[in-house]
């Protein structure tokens, strides 16, 4: 009987249990507010960008070219003789300044052959003086037996005394060539230079015209470079872009010996034809002095050129990566931080990118990372190309 009563005490607390926990769970439910509607967040899309702030812009034009002499000239002698002189320049790869001797002619044939001039120089000078005195005599006797009148010219000499003069000036002519042939005895430097070619030795006979050695000048050297018509527009180039003797400066690299050098050089002018097959001109930087400095731009070297243009006020270089289209950038203004489509200005497009010349604002970022769906004026999440939240 116990247990029976046990039992149903034991059930009774679990009834009474159950209908607690019932009744505090609906009285917990009800207290409880209701859960509200919620619209999940959109992510905005994110886009790299850089800055593209407009400013003052150098235009720089860029080129290569192989370096060439001002001057190269072949060294001919012109007259003939025995060889009796060679400067120890007068070898391939040898530096000599102007007005040095660089080779000798025997003169001795040529110093004969002045005194020769000058005996044949008195000789028609006695003559002429001699044509003189008989025309003057004939005159006066003239004069006695006509007075009054003129004598003819036979009577006169006229013509013996004109062929007496003419004589006395062809033998000074003579003389003069014979001092301009033992001048020419000596063949000397024409300008500062280095020796690329010789072929001559001592005692060897050369004639007139035979090429002795071929000389280049030092006291500056020059480079052509090919450009697009364009780009000709962009600096001073005397007699072809400006009317003044303004020169653009230029930069000119070379890797010589090794080492990476820089010289500074001038635009001097554009050459006289248009390429007919690339439509491009060709460009000549001179470069003074270019053996100064050591190592020295030798001729030949193939070198890099950059040609300082004129400076745009308002500009600014954006990656080829920005540009859509012709003329359109993506742009995130600083403003609102939204995308909005730009249409702009370009310059020309260079080794540093695409010149932006107008169609910017300030504090504007282009965007460089391609978008799939993009829509003028849309909200953009923007991040600099380095990595930081701009």
């Given at each position: 009987m116990q247990s029976k009563a046990q039992i149903i005490l034991h059930t009774i607390l679990t009834l009474v249990i159950i209908t607690?926990?019932?009744?505090?769970?609906?009285?917990?439910?009800?207290?409880?507010?209701?859960?509200?509607?919620?619209?999940?967040?959109?992510?905005?899309?994110?886009?790299?960008?850089?800055?593209?702030?407009?400013?003052?812009?150098?235009?720089?034009?860029?080129?290569?070219?192989?370096?060439?002499?001002?001057?190269?000239?072949?060294?001919?002698?012109?007259?003939?003789?025995?060889?009796?002189?060679?400067?120890?320049?007068?070898?391939?790869g040898g530096t000599f300044a102007a007005g040095e001797r660089l080779i000798a002619i025997e003169p001795a044939d040529y110093e004969i052959a002045v005194t020769l001039a000058k005996a044949g120089v008195q000789?028609?000078?006695?003559?002429?003086?001699?044509?003189r005195q008989e025309a003057?005599?004939?005159?006066?006797?003239?004069?006695?037996?006509?007075?009054?009148?003129?004598?003819?010219?036979?009577?006169?000499?006229?013509?013996?005394l004109e062929a007496a003069l003419a004589n006395l000036d062809a033998?000074?002519?003579?003389?003069?060539?014979?001092?301009?042939?033992?001048?020419?005895?000596?063949?000397?430097?024409?300008?500062?230079?280095?020796?690329?070619?010789?072929?001559?030795?001592?005692?060897?006979?050369?004639?007139?015209?035979?090429?002795?050695?071929?000389?280049?000048?030092?006291?500056?050297?020059?480079i052509v470079v090919p450009m697009e018509g364009s780009a000709l527009h962009w600096f001073a180039v005397p007699g072809f872009t400006s009317d003044t003797d303004s020169r653009a400066q230029a930069s000119v690299t070379a890797v010589v010996a090794g080492k990476k050098c820089n010289w500074e050089g001038r635009v001097v002018r554009v050459e006289g034809r248009i390429d007919e097959k690339t439509r491009m001109g060709n460009v000549v930087i001179r470069i003074p002095e270019p053996y100064a400095t050591r190592p020295p731009l030798a001729i030949g070297q193939f070198a890099e050129v950059r040609i300082q243009g004129l400076t745009l006020p308002e500009a600014a270089v954006i990656p080829r990566a920005a540009l859509h289209g012709e003329n359109t950038v993506w742009a995130v203004s600083a403003e609102d931080g939204r995308l909005y489509f730009r249409s702009v200005d370009i310059a020309r497009m260079d080794s540093r990118g695409v010149v932006i010349r107008g169609g910017l604002k300030p504090g504007d970022r282009v965007v460089v990372s391609p978008l799939k769906a993009v829509t003028d004026g849309m909200q953009v999440r923007a991040v600099d190309a380095d990595g930081g939240i701009s």
């Open positions: 607690a926990g019932i009744v505090g769970f609906k009285a917990l439910k009800s207290s409880r507010p209701a859960l509200a509607r919620q619209q999940p967040q959109v992510a905005l899309p994110m886009v790299r960008t850089v800055a593209a702030s407009p400013g003052a812009l150098d235009m720089i034009l860029t080129g290569e070219g192989t370096v060439h002499p001002v001057a190269e000239i072949q060294l001919i002698p012109e007259i003939g003789g025995r060889v009796v002189h060679i400067s120890p320049n007068l070898v391939n000789d028609a000078q006695s003559k002429y003086e001699l044509a003057e005599a004939a005159k006066t006797e003239w004069q006695q037996l006509h007075p009054g009148t003129n004598p003819p010219d036979l009577v006169a000499k006229k013509p013996q033998q000074r002519a003579s003389l003069e060539r014979a001092r301009l042939n033992l001048k020419r005895t000596e063949i000397t430097a024409p300008f500062n230079g280095r020796v690329s070619a010789e072929s001559v030795d001592p005692g060897q006979y050369v004639a007139p015209g035979q090429p002795l050695a071929t000389l280049y000048c030092i006291d500056a050297a020059e």
